[in-house]
């Protein structure tokens, strides 16, 4: 039985966007796949919320639960290493992904690894924690059935709830006869799902370590909780003799009873489950005369740019999110292009807005100007982030030095151009001298035959914009005379 | 969502303000006739500023807030009177009736001014049917109609109820619905300019639902979206076009022809 293929460093830079999205959407396949899944999603989101004034109530008490945990954060951190701490869980903070890898190895080393199973955590995808080990020989297994789908073909998951959503059963088929030894052909999902959990049961009793993420932790108790819907979290949780936690920041709460309203918001916007099949409350490691569980057990708390969101009074509802995806599955450019053409771990909406504070302006300065602003992701988003009013506000930081009395955030100002400046200005000019601006529209109508036939992006699909014979200024202005 | 809450509405008044939007000044100013049009025959004095140009979105949500900001100055001056000021346009109006106040929360003075003038907004489609509360007679043959709501109508203005009731009011009128009737169609101001192949793509699935319901023409109160989805059918020599709501409802009731 040979090992999958390890986690290849696939992440492209975002400046690539443009390119990669071209693609995307003239992909047949994809578009009818993604449109297809997230119309499914949209589906079963909706038949969980039958009355839209309950779930107002729902998602302004999420919200507020998230604001009052951040408005608190850095006393609910050290609370939650004081809780955690007495708990006997090892705590470990890590600025940015480099910190969080050699923690992790340090832990793995000191336990001489070779395999460390992981259940589903987007923070270990963020710090590309699978490269780091590879690097020092320590293999890491993706259990979670999507991670392990998307491993097993060198891949980056295409979606923070569905890692693998972007393939079809074929394609698994064809990827599980290709990889796994001594497996036929099958496009029958239970037999594929039977494939994947004999290889991962094997390796869950041969694992040093064991790793996990976190959903929400919570400071009175020193709880960490952890949503699924395998089983695979539970097992990478208990069997191994160390359990590893990796999370952001952002994910602390005060109270167990802050819990329930979000938990129960997120697997509904999620996976439109009123539950999830497996709810893991971990309250450290295994204590004198318990049967199972880690001897050893560690949080690694990561930042990774999170301060730079928080130091800033908008962008900080970027912390909100519980990551449910709801954003993404409702989102029209996303089912367009699919999470891959994004190239960052997190993709579409909330993507958009919270990866220039971990990759920087300068590498992702175009992903804010990836939305029409409709609306949608904001609107079902569970913990209400407003999520067009930051993607403008980061189009303005792109395009601008920092506001006086404002640190500047990272990569800021990245996407200034002259040109694009005195465009602006150009057009503000106009806007500005109504008499000008009547004068241009006078010579636009009458010389509309010189309407250019090439108009930048415009006429990638359309016919030329041609102004009308007379304007509306005109038109008012001869029945004024009349 | 920013329309939270029932929007509380005035009596018709005697009179209101125009304000045409840039673009249907310059490629679809029929649509700022007809909104005249249907709101002088309900007894309602229409005024148009001469000076008004745009309400300053393009540059708003292209991240020049400096420039929104001049071009949405230049218009407070133009409304002396406390009459309402109707946009037949979603998003325009959603710009001027949200966005406004946030624009200059650097500044008390002006903010006050735009929240006074943001108070005033109305979408046309949500002044007929709240504030004038008109009562259309159907003047027209039987016609299969399908209905695109601006995302800025939906999300910001709340107002997309109001163009379906006023074109419930029309017994000759089959609403057709189409599929995914709630997406954006792809224009999002310089979003089409900046990203032209994922502009495309929306727009033609919306083009694609558009026709799939056999409806004969489109109706949508908003000129961005408009232009979108017909140049984009235009280039696929489709002959289905969409016009505005104004100018439907006018020549529907007014005996006209349709075009």
Known sequence: MSAPALHELQFVPASEFKRRSATAVDDAHLRQSFRGAMDFLIGKRAAQFPDPAALERQRALAEQIRQYSLARLPDLLEQLERTLTDNGVNVHWAENAEDANRIIIDIAQRHATRLMVKGKSMVSEEVELNHAL?????????????????????????????????????????????????????????????????????????????????????????????????????????????????????????????????????????????????????????????????????????????????????????????????????????????????????????????????????????????????????????????????????????????????????????????????????????????????????????????TPSQQAGWTFSRTPMKPAARTLHEMMAARRRR | MHETGARRYPEKPARVYLFGTCLIDMFCPRAGMDALNLLEREGIEVHFPADQTCCGQPAHSSGFPEQARAVALAQFALFPEPWPIVVPSGSCAGTMRHHYPSLFEDDPRLQAQARALAERVYELSEFLTEVVKIRLTDRGAPLRVALHTSCAARREMGTHRHGRALLEQLPGVDLAVHGHESECCGFGGTFSLKHPAISSAMAGDKVDALKETGAETFISADCGCLLNLNHTLQKRGEILQGQHLASFLWQRTNGEERQ
């Not at chain 1, 880690?294 to 730079?308: K, S």
């Not at chain 1, 912390?319 to 449910?324: D, E, G, K, V, Y």
């Not at chain 1, 997190?346 to 990866?355: K, N």
């Open chain 1, 134 to 450: 590879a690097a020092v020989g320590i293999e890491a297994l993706e259990s979670d059935m999507g991670e392990y789908i998307v491993q097993l073909d060198g891949e980056k998951p295409s979606h923070i709830i569905m890692p693998a959503i972007h393939k079809t059963k074929q394609q698994i088929a064809r990827l599980f006869a290709d990889k796994v030894p001594g497996v036929a052909y099958t496009e029958s999902v239970d037999e594929l799902i039977g494939i994947g959990r004999a290889v991962l049961r094997e390796k869950f009793m041969s694992a040093e370590i064991g790793l996990s993420g976190v959903n929400f932790a919570v400071a009175e108790t020193g709880t960490l909780c952890l949503v699924e819907n395998e089983g695979n979290g539970r097992m990478c949780t208990t069997v191994p003799d160390v359990h590893i936690a990796i999370t952001g920041i952002e994910k602390v709460v005060e109270k167990l009873e802050h819990v329930p309203p979000l938990f129960g918001l997120l697997t509904r916007s999620a996976t439109g489950q009123a539950i999830t099949t497996y709810f893991n409350l971990i309250t450290g490691p295994r204590r004198p005369g318990e049967k199972d569980g880690p001897r050893e057990m560690h949080l690694v708390l990561v930042d990774n740019g999170r301060t730079q969101a928080y130091r800033d009074q908008q962008l900080r509802s970027t912390l909100q999110c519980i990551r449910c995806g709801a954003c993404m599955n409702h989102c029209p450019v996303y089912t367009r292009i699919g999470g891959h053409a994004y190239g960052t771990t997190y993709p579409g909406p909330i993507g958009e807005i919270v990866s220039p504070h971990m990759l920087g302006l300068n590498a992702t300065h175009v992903l804010p100007t990836a939305s029409t602003l409709c609306g949608a992701c904001g609107e079902v988003c569970p913990v209400k982030i407003p999520i067009p009013e930051l993607l403008v506000r980061l189009r303005v930081e792109g395009q601008h030095d920092a506001h006086p009395g404002r640190p500047p955030l990272r990569g800021q100002g990245a996407a200034k151009s002259a040109l694009v400046d005195a465009v602006w200005a150009g057009w503000a000019a106009l806007y500005t001298r109504p008499a000008l601006y009547r004068a241009f529209g006078w010579l636009a109508t009458r010389f509309r035959a010189l």
